[in-house]
């Protein structure tokens, strides 16, 4: 099995009227409540945006800020570990359909030490 990482920006999702993002989100817990029935989910969730990031260096040291290649990171997602990539684009169909925004799909490399 290998894992995937399913998610999206939450600029996806702005412009949904509030009852569509209600919506989303109960279809979006459906579609989590489906994945564990399967046995495939392993994590998920929201950055959370009112936590600004932070770097810790190799020194131990603590500075605010990020990568600038990462200073964007944001949203929703999901990781799942599927037997296939077809799999995976399968959920994040899914995903996508849920939440009424595209969802991008990453695979992680294999480690057998996590």
Same mark, same amino acid.
């Given at each position: ?29 459906? &579609? %989590? ?10 994590? =998920? $969730?929201?950055?959370?945006? !009112?936590? @600004? ?8 040291? &603590? %500075? ?10 944001? =949203? $929703?997602?999901?990781?799942? !570990?599927? @037997? ?31």
């Amino acid at each position: 099995m290998t894992k995937y990482l399913i998610s999206f920006p939450s600029s996806a999702m702005s412009g949904l009227s509030d009852d569509d993002l209600a919506r989303a989100g109960s279809e979006s817990h459906e &579609v %989590v409540r489906e994945a564990k029935a399967a046995g495939v989910w392993v994590f =998920g $969730g929201a950055i959370d945006e !009112d936590q @600004p990031p932070v770097m810790a260096r190799a020194d131990g040291s &603590v %500075v605010p800020g990020t990568y600038p290649e990462t200073e964007l990171i944001d =949203g $929703g997602f999901a990781i799942l !570990d599927l @037997p296939n990539y077809s799999e995976a684009l399968a959920w994040a169909a899914k995903i996508a359909a849920a939440c009424r925004c595209a969802q991008e799909v990453r695979v992680f490399h294999d480690d057998p030490e996590s």
